[in-house]
């Protein structure tokens, strides 16, 4: 695509500024890579040209061929990065998206679903993979927070998660017995 008259280009050195900038505002690593990415997808779709216009249709480009999601994760990126380069006049709106109160059913696993896969982590002697499946299903906890699930944090029976600018507290039986019963083999 040509260059119109008016038009900024996007630039490696905006990219790699817009990168640093985030990291020194303290985003996590995973988050300036995935607004980078997106920054230069919709440089190599617009030629490196930047205008409301273009934005608006690579906008309609990606609705058409993504989960509404990823279309506001790729547009959070490029906001961003219009704001860091003094362009907030491109900014797009995202598309506005209901929350679920729950999930499709075809998407949940059934009791008997749950336990043979337990069962067959088990048999591949994947133990710490049933255990990390019991806790997720026992206590409802994103994946991403299962690194806060430690011994200690089962005797105390809580544990503070910090997360992708979040705390929360979560709360669980205690999970330290002197019952051998109570012990997975």
């Not at 040209?49 to 609705?63: E, I, P, Q, S």
């Not at 679920?100 to 133990?127: I, K, N, Q, W």
Request: hydrophobic share 35%; glycine share 8%; proline share 2%.
């Amino acid at each position: 695509m040509k260059q119109k008259k008016g038009m900024e280009l996007v630039t490696e050195r905006t990219v790699d500024g817009f990168r640093r900038e985030l990291l020194r505002r303290e985003y996590s690593h995973g988050t300036a890579e995935s607004y980078v990415r997106s920054i230069r997808a919709f440089a190599r779709w617009s030629g490196g040209a930047v205008d409301r216009g273009l934005v608006l249709t690579w906008k309609a480009r990606l609705t058409a061929r993504y989960a509404p999601a990823t279309v506001n994760a790729m547009l959070a990126g490029l906001n961003r990065f219009f704001d860091f380069a003094g362009r907030p006049e491109c900014r797009v709106k995202v598309l506005r998206l209901q929350r679920r109160s729950f999930r499709e059913a075809e998407r949940e696993l059934d009791r008997g679903e749950y336990r043979a896969l337990v069962r067959t982590a088990r048999t591949l002697g994947r133990e710490r993979l049933a255990l990390v499946m019991e806790t997720i299903c026992a206590t409802g906890i994103r994946v991403g927070e299962v690194p806060f699930i430690t011994v200690e944090a089962a005797c105390r029976g809580r544990t503070d998660v910090a997360l992708h600018r979040e705390e929360r507290l979560l709360r669980a039986d205690s999970g330290c017995h002197s019952d051998p019963r109570h012990r997975h083999r």
